[in-house]
């Protein structure tokens, strides 16, 4: 119904100049914000992947951590258990055990270490690609006011209010350019 009457508004021969230029600000304003919606949608759904690889990652050092500590605990065991037995066959074999079981330890612990640092990559990337989203969201909410504005001026044939919407979309489009910009400049 809007864009009817835009259209119609920019046929009549008493028309101020500018009623022609409503369509095509509200045409490339809708281009806009059709970009921003897809585009926020993408980066929501990629933040959603690198929250839940992050869970994965602090799942798997969790376990490596777990591990780390059960070695801890059979060599201390073994350990102990050296010092109460006088089997010198038992001895050794405890011996072997403990020796065996400290030597995984520090790769249990070097791999809890870097799975923590691979789930902080990943949930800063994460928090990064929402705080883009979140500047195309207001992008977009820029955009929309833009072409309520422009309809609006169609509308009541106010020039004030069409520059107020060719300001708000230039806006959502910087904002936009802003965001790109920060994307590709700031990748990680």
Partial sequence: ?????????AEDPTAPTWIRYVAMLTGALAAVAG??????????????????QGVLYQAQASDAWAEYQADSVKARMSEIAMKTTKDPDAIQWLTVQDVVTRDRQPQAKKDAQDL????????????????????????????????????????TRRYDAFMAGVICGVLGV???????????????
Wanted: aromatic content about 8%.
């Fill in 35 to 52: 970009y921003l919606t897809v585009r926020s949608t993408v980066l929501s759904n990629q933040a959603i992947y690198n929250s839940n």
């Fill in 174 to 188: 910087l904002t936009t350019g802003y965001a790109l910009a920060a994307h590709f400049l700031i990748k990680g």
């Fill in 116 to 155: 923590e640092l691979e789930r902080n990559d990943v949930l800063a990337h994460s928090k990064r690609l929402l705080g883009e989203r979140d500047i195309l969201q207001y992008a977009g909410m820029a955009v929309q006011l833009g072409i309520a504005l422009a309809s609006v001026a169609a509308l």
């Fill in 1 to 9: 119904m809007t864009a009817a009457f835009v259209k119609k508004a």
